[in-house]
Each structure stands twice: as structure tokens, then as C-alpha cells.
């Protein structure tokens, strides 16, 4: 990208161009930067050239007595929350000095599915930011807008007691310049560099996706509830499984049976010492049939399924394990004991339950292995949403899908805390 004078871009995906700004995908564009470096004049240019409603923690603090005016920045996130659900993005405009308040931010877009930015403001000449505070003090702000430099180097002391990394995209902008429609411009020529196209990956990435896209936007819409979700899928996936000609493809997976172990045995990799193993979504069983091959750990297997016809199937096809194989809902099902290992798919779930979905696995597990999935070579970002929810990734695998060039296969794991 050329560079325009004062804009320092940083952050993932800046050499990609783009054209428009896909509303499907809210943005969650949180400003940065002390007093009078010039954000809030930014902030609300950018809302009036987007169109994108933009929420100012001071507005906010205006409205609030003293003695509780530290709740502005839990009130303006609360704010931006409602409207990035209703998949409108939204500009965050406030100092963003502490790090409670940035994996606030981060939380909320995780919830909503939205994309985060940081543009931050500075001025890099101190008499020019020196004037800009003293004008202040005729405009009659409230008591607790800064209106001295001293108030500067006060929040500049305190910002630099609660450090934090942005690892987000991050555009930062030298503000001396007066010429705000300037500055503006390479703002917005930089959030249209950074705005997702249409994932060029998904037809790739399962060859039911189509089919899968819509009942997730049914949902969406409110045509169909979660049990309905659940439903639909099943009437898309049991059929096809039960009539598949192959076991690896009546457990997802076409071609052939090194294809297969190629794109699913390093799940055996999460797998570092004895213990009991439970697979969600375990189909026809043939995961748990191969899993004794792709490690050299002895483990105890156990297979739950939310089909019954595919239970019914995976117990013909194991009787060993007949009594180890449940139906059930891995969102509401109960377990009888505690696993050392469960593999789940996110994909099981809708959306806004995936989250709750690791939780809840992690109760009942010392490691929740995630995989086999499909992800873009450069995309980290299952990774992404998991760091969002608080939780560390304790190890991964990837190979290289030899068949659809530019995507993963991938397996990650998550240890508990009562590990």
C-alpha cells in the first residue's frame, strides 16, 4: 500500500485491496489516543462518511454523576454491543488507554462475529497538541474532559501502568495536520483495504456449504429455532452418510483411505499419554476405529452423536464399543465421568453457541482437541475466536490440503484449568 503522509499502517492484511465494505461483516472500529490528538474529529467524520453510528465514551460520562462515572466505558461498550448484533458496524470513539476495556472490545466482537480495528491518533508536534488543550478551557466542558496539559501527562502516566499489545489490525495517524478530510481519506482508503471479501475459500471448504450457509441465514432470520437448525442439517448430512459407499465417507470424508488418514490422523498428535477418549459428532464410528493406529497411547473410546440412525450405525459397525456410544446433544447431553480427551468440530453448533459449546466440553475434559477442519493457509482464524473466549492454545497440527491449494487441515487443543 502507499503510504499517505503521517499514516503508519500495522496489523494483518494491509497489502490486500478491496472495494466496498460487505455489510454482512459489521466492523468494530475502536478509536485510540490521548487527549487532544485529534480522534473524535476523525471518529465523527468517519461515521458521517460510512454511515456508521459512532458512540463516544464522553458523551456517555456527560451524563453520569461524578461518583460513577468510572461505568462509561462498560456503558459505551454495552452500547456498541446491541448494534454490532444487529450486524451494524460501529465506531467505538475514546481514549482505549486500559486493557480491560480493549478485551472488552474484543469479547463483544466475538460474540457478534465482527471484525476489529484500531485506528489511533497522535500529534507529534507538542505545541500544536498544547494549543488544542488550551482551547478547551473556553468551550465549557464538563469537569472531568481534560483541559490542561498537565490532565495530558496524567493519562499518558496512567495508560502506561496498564500496558497491552493490539494485535489487531492498527492504523496509527500523526493528527498535526489540520486538514481533516485528508486525514480522513486514508483512513477509510485503509479500512477498505482491510474489509473481508467473501470468503474465497468456501467452496472449498465443505461441499455442502451452500446448503450449510443457508440454514445458518434461516436462523439468522428467525425462520427456524436452534432445534429446527439441528434438523435441517441432520436432513442434509444423515442421508448421505448412511448411503455412503466408503467408511471414511460415511464419517465425512471423500476419496480415498489415504486421503482419509492423510487429512484426519494427526488428531492423534493431541494425544500424549493414556486416557479415556470421547469423539462429538463421532458419525459412524470410524474415527474412533482408526484412533488406535494414530497413536501409541492406549486409549478407552467413547462416541456420542446428536443422529440416532448414525449411532445405530456406529454400534453395528463396533459392537465393542456398543454401550460406549450415546445420542445426544453435546450442548445439553450429561456425560457419566469426566474424559481425558474429547474431539469436537464448532461447526456442530450454530454460530452464537460455539462458544458455549467449549465451555461447556471443557468442563467434562482434561484436553478438548478441535478438528479436523479446513482453514486458509494465512487464516489463524479459529485461533482468533478461541483467544477471544480466555483460553490458550495448548498445542496444534496442520498438513497442507493437497487437493485444494491455499488450505489447511488443522487440529488444535485446549487444555482445562483443572488440568
Avoid at 454491543?81 to 463483544?108: N, T
Avoid at 498544547?130 to 482551547?135: E, G, K, L
Avoid at 448412511?242 to 488418514?261: C, F, R
Amino acid at each position: 500500500m502507499q503510504q499517505a503522509p503521517g499514516v503508519h499502517p500495522t496489523g494483518e492484511g494491509c497489502h490486500a485491496t478491496m472495494h466496498h465494505v460487505p455489510a454482512r461483516t459489521p466492523v468494530f472500529l475502536l478509536m485510540k489516543g490521548p487527549p487532544g490528538s485529534g480522534k473524535s474529529a476523525i471518529a465523527r467524520e468517519l461515521g458521517r462518511r460510512l454511515g456508521w453510528p459512532v458512540i463516544d465514551k464522553d458523551d456517555v460520562r456527560d451524563l453520569l454523576p461524578d461518583e460513577i462515572g468510572g461505568v462509561s466505558y462498560a456503558a459505551m461498550l454495552a452500547v456498541a454491543r446491541h448494534q454490532l448484533l444487529l450486524r451494524l458496524s460501529v465506531i467505538a470513539d475514546s481514549p482505549l488507554g486500559y486493557a480491560q476495556s480493549y478485551r472488552e472490545a474484543l469479547r463483544i466482537a466475538a460474540e457478534a462475529s465482527a471484525r476489529v480495528v484500531v485506528v489511533e491518533c497522535f500529534c507529534s508536534d507538542e505545541t500544536v497538541w498544547r494549543d488544542r488543550i488550551d482551547s478547551r478551557r473556553s468551550t465549557y466542558l464538563a469537569s472531568h474532559h481534560t483541559t490542561d496539559w498537565q490532565g495530558v501527562l496524567d493519562f499518558i502516566d496512567r495508560s502506561a501502568s496498564d500496558p497491552f499489545v493490539l494485535d489487531v489490525p492498527h492504523l496509527t495517524i500523526d493528527t498535526t495536520s489540520t486538514d481533516l478530510t485528508a486525514s480522513t481519506r486514508s483512513v477509510l482508503e485503509w479500512i477498505e483495504q482491510l474489509s473481508p471479501q467473501p470468503d474465497p475459500y468456501a467452496a472449498l471448504k465443505d461441499d455442502a456449504w451452500r446448503e450449510t450457509a443457508e440454514i445458518d441465514a434461516r436462523l439468522e432470520r428467525g425462520d427456524i429455532d436452534e432445534a429446527g437448525w439441528h434438523d435441517a442439517l441432520a436432513r442434509l448430512i444423515v442421508p448421505a452418510y448412511l448411503s455412503a459407499d466408503t467408511p471414511w465417507d460415511g464419517s465425512g470424508k471423500s476419496g480415498t483411505a489415504e486421503d482419509w488418514e492423510y487429512a484426519r490422523s494427526h488428531i492423534g498428535h493431541a494425544v500424549d499419554r493414556a486416557g479415556s477418549f470421547l469423539d462429538i459428532g463421532c458419525a459412524n464410528g470410524y474415527l474412533l476405529e482408526c484412533l488406535p493406529r494414530w497413536t501409541p497411547h492406549a486409549v478407552d473410546r467413547y462416541g456420542l452423536d446428536i443422529a440416532p440412525e448414525l449411532v445405530d450405525l456406529a454400534r453395528r459397525r463396533l459392537p465393542e464399543l456398543h454401550d460406549r456410544i450415546w445420542a445426544g446433544n453435546a450442548l445439553d447431553w450429561e456425560p457419566p465421568h469426566r474424559f481425558t480427551y474429547i474431539r469436537t468440530g464448532l461447526e456442530y453448533v450454530p454460530r452464537h453457541r460455539r462458544r458455549d459449546l467449549v465451555e461447556r466440553l471443557l468442563a467434562w475434559c482434561e484436553r478438548l482437541i478441535i478438528g479436523v477442519f479446513n482453514e486458509g493457509a494465512d487464516a489463524r482464524t479459529t485461533e482468533e475466536f478461541l483467544r477471544s473466549w480466555g483460553h490458550a492454545i495448548a498445542g496444534r497440527s496442520e498438513r497442507a490440503n493437497r487437493k485444494k491449494v491455499g488450505m489447511d487441515y488443522r487440529v488444535l487443543w485446549i487444555d482445562s484449568v483443572e488440568l
